[in-house]
Nanobody, 119 residues
Framework: QVQLVESGGGLVQAGGSLRLSCAAS????????MGWFRQAPGKEREFLAA????????HYSDSVKGRFTISRDNAKNTVYLQMNSLKPEDTAGYYC????????????WGQGTQVTVSS
């Protein structure tokens, strides 16, 4: 089991930045991939970025590539999502998720944190 707790959401003006944090706990974190997703009202959940606990590779959706950066701090068991150049269309609930490396679907989810970008 993996437990995830997000924080760092809030209200920001367009063009601003926010950093989301996801504190993870579990005995086998090194065998998981961590991802960030978002979901706006009336829209489907959208994948944003993913990173493994080991190695350096990260993956991004085209919608956020170049503006968002996923990173991790293994010592703190925390994954971050640095969001720059925010736009009103980035307004959504943001969720941290984890999956075992050997499966395709994300298995564990945090409760989410709201990000609102004003124009």
């Amino acid at each position: 089991q993996v437990q995830l707790v997000e924080s760092g959401g809030g209200l920001v003006q367009a063009g601003g930045s926010l950093r989301l944090s996801c504190a993870a706990s579990g005995r086998t974190l090194s065998r998981h991939v961590m991802g960030w997703f978002r979901q706006a009202p009336g829209k489907e959940r959208e994948f944003l970025a993913a990173i493994a606990w080991t190695g350096s590779s990260a993956h991004y959706s085209d919608s956020v590539k170049g503006r968002f950066t996923i990173s991790r701090d293994n010592a703190k068991n925390t994954v971050y999502l640095q969001m720059n150049s925010l736009k009103p269309e980035d307004t959504a609930g943001y969720y941290c998720a984890a999956r075992r490396v050997i499966v395709r679907e994300y298995e564990f989810w945090g409760q989410g944190t709201q990000v609102t970008v004003s124009s």
